[in-house]
């Protein structure tokens, strides 16, 4: 699937921003829009740990934790795992169209920090079906999600 | 009397969409594993626990495909029960196979569950016939997946001496240094493959972007290092790049992966009983890919084996999953032996 790339001037905008506030809106979105479907996984081991999603075409830095309620804006700007890629290839690592390892071997996907708990991190999310988490989205929200994985499986 | 099976399709799960997807996709079977050591992909968060493993068995029977259990490490000192116990849950939820190396564990299942079928794992590193037949002899295994160091002419020469079915590896990572018994991750993280499950343990990998390259390190010890340019390989000390008085390059073997695609004709010939794909430590994205291929090729050898020739969108579509930026046919297509 072909998304559209990110304008530079809107990436550079973007890179630009104080990690904290964008940080909070990915919690905040990611709370609203995913947790009810990921809360029934086990995070046991995984509280209290930093994670920090690298954006690397929008040199964005998004740093939180997993709590009971859900996502966690951080400040701190270090992280026990770092995962960069690119906002395309996150996308299709969300939709399942993409096996990590893939990535990795192409360079598209790096991991830096605690190995083991990206890992777990990545088994946990490859453990929930598909149809289960989209079901468990927002009303709206689980229709164009599979929609758009529909459309990129008819394109591959 | 059920017909011998002939090129059965196994494919990998490590988790239950995995498990759906090989199914999904044409998988004749998938073999899966514990949440622990008594398997040798003993990752974090990967594999099933046993409401996992109870779906994943209720879907491919219903659809009339199998489920084997991995159960190929070796049980360690004082830890024995555990892995008898995985061999009474093995029979309890009504797996179509085990999967053992370890020849007290086969003594075992085939005492308390004699109906219970075994396989012997290519952790078990049986090349000969005569080392088949042993474990048929004693322990009654139907299957054995053979070590991916084989010529196809030994392999020919094994299927003629056994009536014990025979499983080859067709695609995926190879791990080929003296298969079963390799202990150079123990070397530098003192867990390898046969003792906790996993080569090159998690806890162990380091992965690091430095002005000079991404650095793969292992306990410290730095395997290897990856211009921006380059594919990258699995942490694995067998595939690390180290410097041999003064020249830098891949001093055990070169990251690629196997790809038997064009052999199923012989295979076929030679009545393999299955072909097995790596990888269950990978996605389900992964694993619906490579079924998908595999499926359509088997089919087409099924059909007309004379008229048999590989898609070349099978290797683009093979290719662009794999380790390594090429691939081999292993030793299966070795002159020399
Ligand atoms: S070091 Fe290489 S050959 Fe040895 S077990 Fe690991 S992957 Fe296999």
């Given at each position: 699937m072909q998304l559209p790339a990110i304008p530079r001037p809107l990436a550079r905008v973007v890179g630009a921003l104080p990690a904290f506030p964008a940080s909070l809106a990915f919690s905040a979105a990611g709370n609203l829009a995913a947790w009810p479907a990921l809360r029934g996984l086990d995070w046991g081991e995984v509280r209290g740990r930093r994670f920090c999603v690298h954006v690397r075409d929008l040199g964005l830095k998004l740093y939180f934790s997993v709590g009971r309620k859900g996502f966690v804006p951080e400040v701190a700007s270090s992280a026990d795992v770092?995962?960069?890629?690119?906002?395309?290839?996150?996308?299709?690592?969300?939709?399942?169209?993409?096996?990590?390892?893939?990535?990795?071997?192409?360079?598209?996907?790096?991991?830096?920090?605690?190995?083991?708990?990206?890992?777990?991190?990545?088994?946990?999310?490859?453990?929930?079906?598909?149809?289960?988490?989209?079901?468990?989205?927002?009303?709206?929200?689980?229709?164009?999600?599979?929609?758009?994985?529909?459309?990129?499986?008819?394109?591959? | 009397m059920p017909s011998e099976p002939l090129l059965e399709l196994i494919c990998p799960a490590g988790s239950l969409p995995a498990l759906k997807a090989a199914v999904d996709h044409g998988a004749d079977g998938v073999y899966l594993g514990f949440k622990d050591n008594t398997n040798a992909r003993n990752f974090s968060g990967l594999n099933f626990d046993e409401a996992a493993i109870r779906q994943g068995v209720e879907?491919?029977?219903?659809?009339?495909?199998?489920?084997?259990?991995?159960?190929?490490?070796?049980?360690?000192?004082?830890?024995?029960?555990?892995?008898?116990?995985?061999?009474?849950?093995?029979?309890?939820?009504?797996?179509?196979?085990?999967?053992?190396?370890?020849?007290?564990?086969?003594?075992?299942?085939?005492?308390?569950?004699?109906?219970?079928?075994?396989?012997?794992?290519?952790?078990?590193?049986?090349?000969?016939?005569?080392?088949?037949?042993?474990?048929?002899?004693?322990?009654?295994?139907?299957?054995?997946?053979?070590?991916?160091?084989?010529?196809?002419?030994?392999?020919?020469?094994?299927?003629?001496?056994?009536?014990?079915?025979?499983?080859?590896?067709?695609?995926?990572?190879?791990?080929?240094?003296?298969?079963?018994?390799?202990?150079?991750?123990?070397?530098?993280?003192?867990?390898?493959?046969?003792?906790?499950?996993?080569?090159?343990?998690?806890?162990?990998?380091?992965?690091?972007?430095?002005?000079?390259?991404?650095?793969?390190?292992?306990?410290?010890?730095?395997?290897?290092?990856?211009?921006?340019?380059?594919?990258?390989?699995?942490?694995?000390?067998?595939?690390?790049?180290?410097?041999?008085?003064?020249?830098?390059?891949?001093?055990?073997?070169?990251?690629?992966?196997?790809?038997?695609?064009?052999?199923?004709?012989?295979?076929?010939?030679?009545?393999?009983?299955?072909i097995k794909i790596e990888g269950r430590q990978r996605s389900p994205a992964y694993v619906a890919q490579v079924t998908q291929v595999w499926r359509a090729a088997i089919d087409a050898v099924k059909r007309a084996p004379e008229s048999f020739a590989v898609a070349p969108a099978w290797h683009g579509q093979l290719d662009k999953v794999s380790e390594g930026s090429m691939h081999t046919l292993g030793a299966y297509y070795r002159p020399w032996k």
């Open positions: 770092t995962f960069t890629a690119t906002t395309e290839d996150f996308v299709r690592l969300g939709l399942r169209l993409e096996d990590p390892d893939t990535l990795f071997f192409n360079r598209r996907l790096l991991i830096e920090g605690d190995t083991d708990l990206g890992l777990r991190v990545k088994n946990m999310l490859d453990g929930v079906e598909f149809e289960e988490l989209t079901r468990r989205l927002p009303a709206g929200l689980g229709q164009v999600v599979t929609g758009l994985r529909q459309r990129a499986q008819m394109q591959a | 879907y491919a029977h219903a659809k009339g495909r199998k489920v084997l259990l991995a159960l190929n490490t070796y049980p360690q000192p004082g830890e024995v029960a555990r892995w008898q116990r995985a061999v009474d849950r093995a029979a309890d939820i009504c797996m179509d196979a085990v999967i053992l190396a370890d020849p007290g564990l086969m003594a075992y299942a085939a005492r308390t569950h004699p109906d219970l079928r075994l396989h012997l794992s290519v952790q078990g590193s049986a090349t000969s016939y005569e080392a088949i037949e042993f474990y048929r002899e004693r322990f009654g295994i139907q299957r054995a997946v053979l070590p991916r160091v084989l010529s196809l002419a030994q392999v020919e020469a094994v299927a003629a001496n056994t009536e014990v079915e025979l499983e080859l590896f067709g695609f995926g990572g190879l791990c080929v240094m003296v298969e079963g018994r390799c202990l150079l991750s123990s070397y530098a993280t003192g867990d390898s493959p046969n003792t906790c499950g996993v080569c090159s343990p998690a806890h162990a990998v380091r992965w690091q972007q430095t002005p000079k390259g991404m650095e793969t390190r292992l306990n410290g010890v730095l395997i290897d290092r990856y211009a921006d340019d380059e594919k990258a390989g699995y942490p694995t000390l067998c595939k690390g790049r180290f410097e041999v008085q003064g020249e830098t390059y891949y001093a055990l073997e070169e990251p690629t992966s196997l790809n038997t695609l064009e052999m199923l004709p012989e295979m076929a010939r030679l009545g393999i009983a299955a």
